[in-house]
């Protein structure tokens, strides 16, 4: 799942693909590069950020969207807004990417059901203006796992087939260094609940944390690792920003993995 983030202010690639054309360009890169899915996003939701008018939103978005479902991916939408939700999915895209698990919007599970999208139901402790103050848990993927396990019942709850979400921890939101570790190290216990694990470790925080590396585009070597290991751990779809080195790890991973299987 490629990351392509039309905003003026997200951590890592904010304003540079704010220009339909640049954005355009982008999505056509990453799909050539290997991406399955491209997550289109309007808003930041970095720790500390103030949310972004649905009409804002959209009004970024509807150059770009077209375009991007022309591309040989599946689109998705990345907001916590049914309205641009719904807009997204009557402009091409196939899955919402709600880091609230459709608590922010009371009308986005109903319409996920009722258009038949796919819905990625993410873990977020709070909300993105304050998710980083003080995160507490006694044992946090317990924690993560019974929040999602509760966001597929509601979801089921108003029409939405378990078949058709997809579950994500939420790494870097609202957790600390050590919870986002425990995560990624127990991510067999979310694999448990029987829906396609998503995990988003690109550029982030902790990765700086552990290598020292302050700016998010230093971080590439740190994000492939957290990748491979979330991915013996079950993970199946890794939300990233650089796409073709992703694909290349997973290619002589497989490799190895293979000719270990046949000797
Ligand atoms: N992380 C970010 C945004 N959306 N969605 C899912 N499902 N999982 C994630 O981990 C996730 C997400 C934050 O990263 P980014 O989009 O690069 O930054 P920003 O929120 O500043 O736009």
Redesign the pocket.
């Known amino acids: 799942m490629a990351?392509l983030?039309v905003?003026p202010?997200?951590?890592?690639?904010?304003g540079r693909f704010l220009q339909p054309q640049a954005a355009i360009a982008r999505a056509r890169s990453m799909v050539a590069a290997g991406a399955d899915i491209l997550?289109i996003?309007a808003?930041?939701?970095?720790p500390g950020?103030d949310g972004v008018r649905p009409s804002v939103q959209i009004d970024r978005l509807r150059d770009i969207l077209p375009a991007a479902a022309g591309l040989a991916a599946t689109v998705s939408v990345?907001t916590t807004s049914a309205e641009v939700a719904a807009f997204a999915l009557d402009a091409g895209a196939e899955i919402i990417?709600d880091?609230s698990a459709g608590l922010s919007d009371p009308a986005m599970l109903p319409l996920a059901a009722k258009r038949g999208a796919a819905m990625?139901l993410?873990h977020m402790r709070g909300e993105?203006r304050t998710m980083q103050l003080a995160p507490h848990y006694d044992d946090v993927s317990a924690e993560v796992k019974g929040f999602l396990a509760e966001r597929l019942e509601a979801a089921e709850s108003v029409g939405l087939a378990r078949d058709r979400c997809i579950v994500?921890p939420?790494?870097?939101?609202g957790k600390r260094l050590e919870h986002n570790l425990a995560i990624l190290a127990g991510l067999d216990l979310i694999c448990e609940l029987g829906r396609p694990v998503?995990?988003?470790?690109?550029?982030?925080r902790f990765i700086g944390q552990i290598t020292g590396r302050d700016g998010p585009d230093q971080r590439l070597a740190g994000t492939l690792a957290a990748c491979l290991a979330a991915r013996r751990r079950g993970a199946t779809i890794f939300?990233v920003?650089d796409v073709g080195p992703l694909a290349d790890a997973i290619k002589v991973t497989d490799a190895i993995e293979s000719a270990s299987h046949n000797t």
């Open positions: 990351v983030n905003t202010d997200s951590f890592s690639d904010g997550d996003g808003e930041s939701t970095r950020s990345d990417n880091v990625v993410m993105p994500d939420g790494i870097g939101f998503l995990v988003g470790t690109s550029r982030k939300r920003h």
